[in-house]
């Protein structure tokens, strides 16, 4: 399992500073963490900003750095919290936005090795790294650095903590095996204007423009029957050659969409599941939607990193 793991903020971009600080101490805790992951077999990448003098290009560069590793099973961010000086516990939290388990798995497992009160999961869909990270990431919220009782639990139970992190965070059963990850060559498809599809040509799990209307036009383009042509070439679609054993029809057809990331313009967007194809001769892995391909930036044959279900 690959697993990339960065410290919060930065050298001269500061994080929470109370009894102890969250950079120095984010990067102790990643770097524990990495060793425990490499003691396991697992490939582990570790970054630290040690660059960056503001704020907006810390968070790109993190994001970046993290966006910039080949097949990445997790990403992880280490950050410590802050609210105000207190001799009470405040606890640990991780953060999501698409690992609910892991991340209910990882604070559950610090809270338990290190003695600190378990704050539990908390989605935010408003974190640059979450956000941005085009595999799935958490984020983790250590313990509070101005809290003196969450600051002694933490400093005591240091490596049972770290370990706790590298355990859950890789633990291929805490992810959801029905993802569908696929990079290489896109081409587009669909509306009045594909001629590489006869006129009546359908669509192989949608059957009715009632299935997905905000796919197709408001009418039927003049001398075609099929759903094809009838895409709406502005809306942003996507073909795979999906494994129906894996995603059934019925959910493909369904609300769930695909992200589509141009590696060449770091553009991105959600795209609705369409059709089946393009054929394995083509060598690409996708068709996408004209409108979807002019979102992006890129041409024909330029390259899409494609995860299905967003």
């Known amino acids: 399992m690959k697993i990339v793991i960065s410290s919060g903020h930065g050298k001269y971009v500061r994080g929470a500073s109370g009894l102890i600080d969250e950079v120095e101490e984010a990067r102790k805790t990643v770097e524990e963490v990495a060793k425990w992951l490499q003691a396991n077999d697992h ?3 570790v970054f630290h900003d040690d660059v960056s003098t503001t704020q907006s290009e810390n968070l790109n560069r993190i994001v970046n750095f993290h966006n910039a590793q080949d ?6 961010s280490v950050h410590f919290n802050a609210y105000m000086h207190t001799e009470e516990g405040m606890g640990t939290e991780c953060l999501y936005l698409t690992l ?6 990882v604070a559950m497992a610090i809270a338990e090795a290190g003695g600190l009160i378990n704050r539990g999961p908390k989605k935010r869909s408003d974190l640059y790294f979450l956000n ?6 958490i984020l983790i919220e250590v313990c509070f650095v ?8 933490y400093q005591q139970n240091f490596e049972g903590i770290c370990q706790a992190i ?3 965070a890789s633990a291929p059963e805490d992810y959801d095996d029905e993802v569908l990850r696929a990079k290489g060559k896109v081409s587009w498809f669909g509306g009045p204007r594909d001629e590489g599809v006869s006129p009546d040509e359908g669509l192989a799990f949608i ?6 209307p905000e796919i197709f036009l408001d009418s039927q383009p003049p001398g075609t029957t099929g759903l094809a042509r009838r895409l709406d070439p502005d809306e942003f679609y996507i073909a795979m050659r999906f494994d129906y054993d894996q995603f059934s029809k019925d959910r493909l057809a369904g609300p769930e969409k695909a992200m589509v990331f141009a590696p060449k313009t770091g553009k991105k967007a959600l795209a609705h599941p369409a059709d089946w194809g393009p054929h394995t001769s083509t060598n690409r892995v ?7 391909m002019d979102h992006l930036g890129i041409m024909t044959d330029d390259e899409v990193e494609v995860t299905y279900p967003a």
């Open 100 to 105: 609910e388990d892991v991340a209910n798995r």
């Open 166 to 168: 590298a355990d859950v």
């Open 286 to 292: 996708a068709d996408i939607s004209p409108g979807l």
């Open 43 to 45: 490939e582990v990448v």
């Open 146 to 153: 101005d809290s003196s009782v969450d600051v002694e639990a």
């Open 132 to 137: 941005g990270t085009i595999e799935p990431a």
């Open 207 to 212: 059957y009715e423009v009632e299935d997905k």
């Open 71 to 76: 097949n990445v099973d997790v990403n992880v």
